[in-house]
């Protein structure tokens, strides 16, 4: 069992950057896949972002492609997202996700944080 709490989220004007960041629980985290998803109001959840356990393979949407960079850190059992260059329709509740297999369907994933509100003005 994982468990997720993400973190660095807030209001910024468009242009501007953000980190979250998602502190995971229990010794197997290099072993998931994990994604960087996110909703906005009245939107289905959708994938902004995935990494292979190892870190070594990463995937991104092309709404946040050259934009947003994922990242983790086994060995503190942390995942990343690095911002940049926000856009007002970036605004959503972000949330990092586990999963057994990469995947951009949010149904293959097994484990989820609460969530963290980014919120871009224009």
């Known amino acids: 069992q994982v468990q997720l709490v993400e973190s660095g989220g807030g209001v910024m004007q468009a242009g501007g950057s953000l980190r979250l960041s998602c502190a995971a629980s229990g010794r197997t985290f290099g072993s998931y896949n994990m994604g960087w998803f996110r909703q906005a109001p009245g939107k289905n959840r959708e994938l902004a972002a995935r990494i292979s356990g190892s870190g070594s393979s990463e995937f991104y949407t092309d709404a946040v492609k050259g934009r947003f960079t994922i990242s983790r850190d086994n060995a503190k059992n942390t995942l990343y997202l690095q911002m940049n260059s926000l856009k007002p329709e970036d605004t959503a509740v972000y949330y990092c996700?586990?999963?057994?297999?990469?995947?951009?369907?949010?149904?293959?994933?097994?484990?989820w944080g609460q969530g963290t509100q980014v919120t871009v003005s224009s």
């Open positions: 996700a586990a999963s057994s297999e990469p995947a951009n369907n949010p149904n293959a994933y097994d484990y």
